[in-house]
């Protein structure tokens, strides 16, 4: 039979190959799902992996989901390599978007382009504020940074409708739950007229060198990350653990602000209840399938973004709900689990113990109910003994 054997040390080529396993899972999975709906398996898997890169506009639209998701990974991926679980980015992104947009709509025609630095500073200060209320809590009250964050989601899904169906609501649209659009001098520049890709994902690509940078070149980086994989080790080394938890926290909150400032003004253009698309939360699988590196996040954010226009394809083409987004997201979190645990565990196979005794010519134990009876002794054999 098949049994799991712990190995001597962590595997460094299971930790490589347990994504690719993952997505080659996923992907089986997925076959077997479009033929249960009733589609052609591979004109499925062609929307989801083919569509999204075949042209220069479709890479370009592949950029616009690309940016935010790994913006914000890259920055859940300093908070988790420091072993605090920054769950909220969703609700940090809303915020960077609402603070983003308030500067937007302060200014009028005559306003600079350099409104923009604002625009995006302002974005990244809200996800920031938004992150230190966790980090106070978890730090003043010892709050469970999971539960404070995630539940800070839903108060700030909140706060947004509360503003496009209240003060910010444009009075030209009627009725319409959504501010008035961005005047152009607010609008991220895009980096190609007639498509939606913006200077963000210049940001995004500065970014992924500037993490890279941070925690394998720096002493903070390198705090963070003991902290992380060795508490206690830290603690005797001296390194500051509220230091850790504010400096991921608030580095965190900041990259998710920042996602919500490029996107409320680049491709929105505008704020609307469906400024929340998910990305903080896709950000967290998007950070763990990249095994928590900058550039691996940089390969899974792709992957990512592909499952998302894939997503809207299958909608538009196939007939099928935008929801399998979700479906492939989370078939691939659920494989990389799995597979994650071939890093620590190889599997054996081995033979079960009846089979082994039975094989080696041993007698086979009397039953359980046998073992309380006498043996039956032959006289004959008695009296030979005694003689003996």
């Known amino acids: 039979m098949l049994t ?47 569509e999204p890169v075949k042209s220069g506009y479709a890479l370009s639209e592949l950029a616009v989901k690309a940016t935010p998701l790994l913006l914000i990974a890259l920055g859940l991926s300093v ?21 983003a947009g308030g500067v937007a709509m302060m200014a009028d025609k005559d306003s600079s382009r350099f409104i923009v630095i604002a ?90 060198f ?20 060795a508490p206690a080790a830290a603690r005797y080394a001296g390194f500051s653990s509220r230091k850790a938890l504010w400096m991921a926290m608030l580095g965190s909150g900041g990259m998710a602000g920042l996602a919500g400032g490029l996107e409320a ?12 698309a998910g990305y903080g939360f896709a950000a967290i699988i998007v950070a763990f399938v990249g095994r928590l590196h900058p550039v691996g996040v940089v390969f899974s ?9 894939g997503g809207e394809l299958a909608q538009s083409r196939l007939g099928l709900p935008k929801s399998l987004t979700g479906v492939f997201q989370g078939m691939l979190l659920f494989a990389l689990l799995a597979c994650d645990t071939l890093i620590v565990y190889r599997i054996r196979w081995r033979h079960s113990p009846h089979h082994a005794s039975a094989s080696s010519g041993q007698a086979k134990p009397l039953p359980r109910g046998d073992e309380s009876k006498p043996l039956a002794v032959d006289p004959s054999d008695a009296e030979q003994g005694a003689k003996v």
């Open 4 to 50: 799991l054997e712990s190995r001597s040390e962590p595997s460094r080529t299971m930790t490589i190959v347990s994504p690719l396993l993952a997505l080659g899972i996923t992907v089986v999975i997925g076959m077997l799902l479009f033929m249960m709906l009733g589609k052609d398996p591979m004109r499925g898997l062609q929307v989801f992996f083919i």
């Open 79 to 99: 908070c988790f390599r420091s072993n605090v679980w920054n769950i909220g980015a969703e609700g940090q992104f809303i915020l960077g978007a609402i603070a």
């Open 119 to 208: 625009i995006l500073l302002a974005g990244a200060a809200g996800g920031m504020a938004w992150a230190a209320i966790v980090a106070f809590l978890r730090d003043r009250a010892n709050a469970n940074e999971i539960l404070v964050s995630l539940m800070l989601v839903y108060v700030a899904d909140m706060l947004l409708s509360y503003l496009v169906y209240g003060p910010w609501k444009d009075p030209a649209a009627y009725n319409f739950p959504q501010t008035i659009s961005f005047l152009e001098p607010t609008k991220i520049p895009r980096l190609f007229s007639g498509w939606r890709v913006t200077i963000g994902a210049v940001i995004a690509v500065i970014a992924v």
């Open 210 to 229: 500037l993490f890279w940078l941070f925690l394998f070149r720096t002493y903070a980086g390198f705090q963070l990350q003991v902290g992380g994989l």
């Open 265 to 276: 003004a680049g491709p929105l253009g505008q704020l609307t209840p469906h400024v929340p």
């Open 301 to 309: 954010t792709v992957l990512m973004s592909m499952f998302y226009i």
